[in-house]
């Protein structure tokens, strides 16, 4: 792999640029701008990144209940008693419950599966957190599932085989609708269109 800041002299530069490259949404010239963005502000935004990124490193965990990343477990949203806990959306990953969230149409509690079923890539459901959501459904309370998976084939076979898994218990099993492009992931949808797609949510079968 060449170089992202080639011609630099300074190693320890190249090595962060090739660090934020491999973050997501950042590409190479992406890296390169904050990179430079940050040099150009090292005596004021650089040490409140670093601390935040090291209080952040040490105060993170994943919630015991839904599966969300916060500074406390049970998380902010599980904690929260003007949360509706009869409304569970289910999600594949942490940035679509965070997405979902941002919406502010949901008042409801999340559950998240931590990836979606794909033969190809060896994802099974033992893999991913079914067991605790079947748990947390069969101790009861709960009266409708959402079942928010991304518009994609996995996302879908997800959704369906949770579907079968929630036959027996005395839940009402909806999934999100119109809005959601075919191939679209939550993360990279605008509010209005996790909000169309939340209220026009129908039931799945």
């Known amino acids: 792999m060449a170089p992202i800041c080639e011609g ?22 992406s890296a390169r701008r904050a990179v430079l963005w940050l040099v150009k502000r090292r005596e004021s935004a650089l040490p409140a990144l670093l601390e935040a990124l090291a209080t952040v490193g040490e105060a993170l965990v994943e ?27 289910v999600v594949e990953d942490v940035a679509d419950l965070w997405a979902l969230d941002r919406a502010k149409l949901f008042t409801g509690k999340y559950h998240v599966l931590g990836g979606k079923l794909s033969a190809l890539d060896g994802i099974r459901p033992e893999d991913l957190n079914i067991a605790s959501l079947l748990s947390r459904v069969e101790e009861g309370g709960v009266d409708e599932v959402v079942l928010a998976m991304n518009a994609t084939l996995e996302g879908q076979t997800t959704a ?30 605008d509010e209005g269109t996790l909000a169309q797609a939340l209220r026009a949510r129908r039931p799945l079968g």
């Open 160 to 189: 369906h085989y949770l579907a079968e898994r929630l036959e027996g218990f005395p839940v009402r099993i909806t999934q999100l609708a119109h809005g959601l492009p075919v191939g679209g992931e939550l993360d990279y949808l």
């Open 8 to 29: 630099m002299a300074s190693q320890e530069i190249e090595t962060l640029a090739s660090a934020l490259a491999r973050l997501p949404g950042l590409g190479p010239r």
């Open 63 to 89: 919630c015991d209940t839904c599966g969300n990343v916060d500074t406390t477990s049970p998380c902010g949203i599980c904690a929260d008693p003007r949360r509706d806990g009869k409304g569970l959306c």
